[in-house]
Structure formats: structure tokens, C-alpha cells
């Protein structure tokens, strides 16, 4: 059951990425706002993970 609603939640990231990439042009400022701030936060979060992956692959490869 997890496994499926992982899948789930896996497959359906793009849209939901769209649906705040929509929403940057919505009339609402607010709106606008939250959905950049969502982006953004996303964006650095996953540069973050990327960059702490590395560094421990690193780590392992040296301890070797």
C-alpha cells in the first residue's frame, strides 16, 4: 500500500511542478507569491539533497 501511494506521488511530481509554474501567472499577487516561494524553496532543497548526496558518496568511497 505504501509502495503504491509512493508510486503515485512519484508519478504525478510534474504536474504538480506545472501547476505551480501556472500559478506564477495567476491575477492574484498572493497566489503568484506562495507558488514562487514554493519554486524556489524546491529548488534549493533539492540543490541541498543533491550536494549532501555527493559529499557522502565521497565519504564512503574514502573510508574504502
Known amino acids: 500500500m505504501l509502495s503504491g501511494a509512493s ?3 512519484t508519478g504525478n511530481l510534474s504536474k504538480a ?6 500559478l506564477l501567472d495567476d ?3 498572493n497566489t ?3 507558488s514562487a516561494t514554493a519554486i524556489i524553496d524546491r529548488a534549493f532543497k533539492g ?3 543533491i ?3 555527493e559529499r557522502i558518496t565521497r565519504l564512503e568511497e574514502n573510508a574504502k
Request: cysteine-free; charged content about 25%.
Open 7 to 9: 508510486a503515485m506521488l
Open 47 to 49: 540543490a541541498e539533497l
Open 32 to 34: 503568484k507569491r506562495l
Open 17 to 22: 511542478v506545472q501547476t505551480l509554474v501556472d
Open 51 to 53: 550536494s549532501l548526496s
Open 27 to 29: 491575477r492574484n499577487a
